[in-house]
DNA sequence: TTCACCACGCAGCTAAACTACGGGTTGCAT
DNA sequence: ATGCAACCCGTAGTTTAGCTGCGTGGTGAA
């Protein structure tokens, strides 16, 4: 539930900043497939790949829990 | 260097409850050894860890990464 | 002193973070 | 219509680190 949240958060974040999975994840530092997984939530970074995904994103790591409410 | 962070807010939010960490860890579910490997930086809780450590300490996750700038 | 609370090292288990390969779908160009 | 880029998705595998248990020892308060 929470994961498929931050998958969410990040999928949005990065296509804001006009980047491919593949950018991010050589970005970021790991596979293409890893960023589908946690996209998706299936997989959730460790706190340690949070704080390189947020870097990359340019955004603190708490944003990246910072959800809009019920959108649509 | 987050982890670190991360486990000073915990820990402060757990004393903010005035909660032991023994009771903590009973509330969480994990072992006590576990909150004090957490709360001094060395261990970070998975993102479903994170979840509950938010409930129990009635806070959003977050928050659980929201810290006062240079406090001394 | 005693007792509650916590730091800390060490050793171990296991779940999940993370990778690699391969096929399949969509959409958008040309 | 096809060619390609970007992504989804399953399966199977490796390795990290989340998490536990035990034992010791230190500090401060009653």
Excluded: Y
Aim: hydrophobic residues 40%; contains cysteine; positive net charge.
């Amino acid at each position: 539930m929470l994961q498929r949240k931050l998958g969410k958060r990040i999928g949005d974040l990065r296509r804001a900043k006009k980047l491919t999975q593949e950018q991010l994840a050589e970005a970021v530092g790991c596979s293409v497939e890893f960023v589908s997984l946690v996209e998706r939530g299936i997989n959730a970074p460790s706190v340690a790949g949070l704080e390189k995904f947020s870097e990359v994103l340019s955004v603190e790591v708490k944003d990246l829990f910072t959800f809009e409410h019920n959108k649509r």
